[in-house]
């Protein structure tokens, strides 16, 4: 029994704040391996730090105005937006230790 009247649909998860993204986006990225895994880490200037976050780190706050990485996976198993959906705002120090 054929059901092919459904459209299929594709990439349903997106739903992330371009206009942050789009401006996350425009630093230059680099990809680190940790733990045996590549990691996109994007630099965020403090001018671009407009929110407060909280860094899985220390479990403190990065508080607006702080320049600090913005960190997701780069192995690309769950498909670029959601990985991009489950990206972390990290301390650039405490990245650098983690
Ligand atoms: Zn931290």
Redesign the pocket.
């Known amino acids: 029994m054929p059901r092919n009247n459904r459209p299929r649909r594709r990439g349903s998860v997106g739903h992330s704040e371009p206009d942050d993204l789009s401006r996350l986006m425009t630093g230059w990225r680099r990809t680190e391996t940790r733990r045996g895994r590549e990691w996109n880490v994007q630099p965020v200037s403090s001018a671009a730090a407009v929110k407060e976050y909280t860094?899985?780190?220390?479990?403190?706050l990065?508080t607006p105005g702080v320049a600090h990485v913005v960190v997701w996976r780069a192995d690309g198993v769950l498909g670029d937006a959601a990985d991009l959906d489950a990206r972390r705002h990290?301390?650039s120090?405490?990245w650098r230790i983690a």
């Open positions: 860094c899985p780190g220390c479990g403190g990065i990290w301390h120090g405490c």
